[in-house]
T-cell receptor, first 113, second 113 residues
């Protein structure tokens, strides 16, 4: 089945630690995205990538980093510099950026202890 | 910058009845796309419907239809024959060609038996 997978579903981190969230897609999409969702709010764009080995900052990139070494994979690292990392993180992909529908993974809930 | 406003934080509807969710947006662009996404308790974002701004005909998907008023910058979602499984957060989203998605704050819909 084609789709987007995110792992783990729940993640706990101690303050001061970096943590990496996984996002994989087998839809052959060129573009991938990371969003953050806080309780009762909409989605805010963290980073996006339109093609392998290229990525751009979104609205709230501070404290986060990404890589895009393979078309299928777009991992997100939440660094210790992120002041308030507890949130729900959603990964999405689309055939291309800026014209096509984005499809979402199931999300990862990150809690900082 | 584009903005998307959903003025109804919460709504409820009786099973089998019809409900309309409101969305307005602000842009000076002429070519863009509009979306409604559903986020059930599982928290996965699911595409409900998509509308291209250049199309005058309102999009429909089974029980879901939109009322797209380009001049008024309004994009409401009508759900007919509401079902218990329609209970979810609904997000309106907007994308200018070549740009990223902008989400509204969401409307929580409760379908009552």
């Amino acid at each position: 089945d084609g789709g987007i997978t995110q792992s783990p579903k729940y993640l706990f981190r101690k303050e001061g630690q970096n943590v990496t969230l996984s996002c994989e897609q087998n839809l052959n999409h060129d573009a991938m995205y990371w969003y953050r969702q806080d309780p009762g709010q909409g989605l805010r764009l963290i980073y996006y990538s339109q093609i392998v080995n290229d990525f751009q900052k979104g609205d709230i990139a501070e404290g986060y980093s990404v890589s895009r070494e393979k078309k299928e994979s777009f991992p997100l690292t939440v660094t210790s510099a992120q002041k308030n990392p507890t949130a729900f993180y959603l990964c999405a992909s689309s055939i291309d950026a800026g014209t096509d529908t984005q499809y979402f993974g199931p999300g990862t809930r990150l809690t900082v202890l | 910058a584009q903005t998307v406003t959903q003025s109804q934080p919460e709504m409820s509807v009786q099973e089998a009845e019809t409900v309309t969710l409101s969305c307005t947006y602000d842009t000076s662009e002429n070519n863009y796309y509009l979306f409604w996404y559903k986020q059930p308790p599982s928290r996965q974002m699911i595409l409900v419907i998509r509308q291209e701004a250049y199309k005058q005909q309102n999009a429909t998907e089974n029980r879901f239809s939109v009322n797209f008023q380009k001049a008024a910058k309004s994009f409401s979602l009508k759900i007919s024959d509401s079902q218990l499984g329609d209970t979810a957060m609904y997000f309106c989203a907007f994308m200018v060609t070549g740009n990223m998605l902008t989400f509204g704050g969401g409307t929580r819909l409760m379908v009552k038996p």
